[in-house]
């Protein structure tokens, strides 16, 4: 039973920990503006499920990394200006579609699942 126990205090704090990172990603949504950014680094191919891709694009004369999925490296070229969400101070940006409420309705569902173990442990008890 006890077992019941540390796997809901691991799911809980679990969620917690990956919570606070997803508030970036909610912040940026909300209050960012769509910036025209330009495509500095594209990877030569993006085949491949398992491996991460990444771009690189300038704006301001900073440079933001931002992961892309596996049909990006065809559709887009190096030196071709795409719309992103970017909010001044954060080095943060996302697709102007993207938002992070899907993660934060997951992990909270995970942290909820990892309360209902523990209390469900307690009750047995």
């Given at each position: ?9 691991v799911?809980?704090?679990a ?27 594209l ?6 499920t ?12 900073k ?6 999925g596996?049909?990006?490296c ?9 719309q ?18 899907s ?10 699942s ?12």
């Amino acid at each position: 039973m006890k077992f019941y126990f540390w796997c809901g205090l691991v799911l809980f704090t679990a969620s917690l920990l990956l919570m606070l990172p997803n508030f970036e990603d909610l912040k940026v949504a909300r209050n960012g503006a769509l910036v025209n950014m330009r495509i500095e680094k594209l990877p030569t191919s993006c085949l491949g499920t398992r491996i991460k891709h990444f771009m690189t694009v300038s704006y301001n004369s900073k440079l933001y990394t931002k992961r892309i999925g596996g049909k990006y490296c065809e559709e887009h070229h190096v030196g071709e200006v795409v719309q992103m969400k970017f909010l001044a101070g954060s080095t943060l940006v996302l697709f102007p579609n993207e938002s992070g409420m899907s993660n934060l309705i997951a992990l909270i569902i995970l942290g909820l699942s990892g309360l209902a173990l523990m209390i469900y442990w307690q009750i047995k008890r």
